[in-house]
């Protein structure tokens, strides 16, 4: 914990710990991770700043990766014997063990034509997965290590790619690739990789060129926050406006998508209204997050919790109106919630 700024957040996390709720301990544990980044908001008008956003961006981001790690993890525990891990521990042998297990026979025998080979040889895992589900998992360094062993396969610029992308997404980088880079990257996948029969090649190229972002590769991101991790991985920020309209994704622009384009309906939220609750959050629409969960009368309790700790951490924007609605517009038009209102109408 860095300070009492944030100390609510986890506090809730750690109470949340206690209860078998892993929907909602889940979503603790996402502002929790959230609230790493270096510099924390005092306020919200800070929170608004891009530098802030794509702090907290990289934080949801890394937050998906941990949670996929986990899931691979406990999918190869539950099958030792069919996923051969054996004793070498590592990302890149978890990743390679849990493809036996989704691709059993590796290429040979799929439905999906993977490209440009195996890793380690023929009876290897294909290649454009194990660099996929390395990234998805957080482990930029396993992929560059993938993508330099087999440039022979993959050319060198794929390799030179990679490694750019692994040292600007490193822990301490501020900035992204470079625009020269990102136009290689996006050249070279409008020319071929679009065509590609392998659909863990054009997730790759879409993430670490952060190109063609209405593709929602539905045969890669096949759950909710497979589809979440791709999209915080292709936001830019406000100032590349010069990018073509099909590469471009802002954080306003994904916020809409989620919101309004998509919405409850897409997310099934009355079924799962907390898998909708956390894709808000790591969208940073806090305020439509609190507005949606007070609605569901099992959660209320849980969105007062939420709403006191956002604002604690200095991250909601809190309405100046307390007689006006839950969600509402500030003057600077920016989404702000009504804390008072809904602290007042559970003391009832």
Known sequence: ???????????????????????????????????????????????????????????????LEKRYRDFIMQSVSGNLLRAELGGRPGTFQLVKSYLKLKYPGAAANSQIRFEDGCVGGSDGPPVWPMIYYCMRCGDLESA??????????????????????????????????????????RTQYRKSVRSSSDPFK???????????????????AVKTDDYMWIKLSQVQPRNLSH????????????????????????????????????????????????????????????????????HDAGLLNASANIQGPLLDRDRDDNPCFNLAQLVRSEER
Request: glycine share 4%; net charge negative; charged share 20%.
């Open 202 to 220: 054009k997730a790759v190229y879409c993430v670490i060129g952060c190109c063609d972002s209405s593709n929602s590769h539905p045969e890669v």
């Open 1 to 63: 914990m860095s300070g009492l700024q944030h100390s609510l957040v986890h506090a809730f996390r750690d109470i949340a710990e206690k209860f078998n709720d892993k929907d909602v301990l889940d979503c603790w544990r996402l502002l929790a991770q959230m609230l790493e980044i270096r510099n924390l908001p005092s306020n919200c008008r800070e929170r608004r700043s891009e530098a802030v956003q794509m702090a907290l961006l990289r934080e949801a981001r890394s937050f």
């Open 243 to 310: 990018s073509r309209s099909d590469d471009q994704l802002t954080l306003a622009q994904l916020q809409s998508i989620l919101l309004d384009e998509y919405g409850e309906l897409h997310f099934q939220a009355a079924q799962m209204p907390l898998l909708y609750f956390r894709v808000l959050l790591l969208s940073l629409q806090f305020e439509a997050a609190l507005e949606f969960l007070s609605r569901v009368e099992q959660h209320r309790s849980h969105a007062v919790h939420f709403a006191v700790a956002l």
């Open 144 to 185: 560059v290590r993938i993508a330099t062993q087999m440039q022979s396969t993959l050319g060198d610029q794929f390799a030179t790619f990679m490694q750019e992308y692994g040292a600007c997404r490193g822990e301490d980088s501020r900035t992204g690739l470079p625009q020269s880079m990102l136009d290689r990257i």
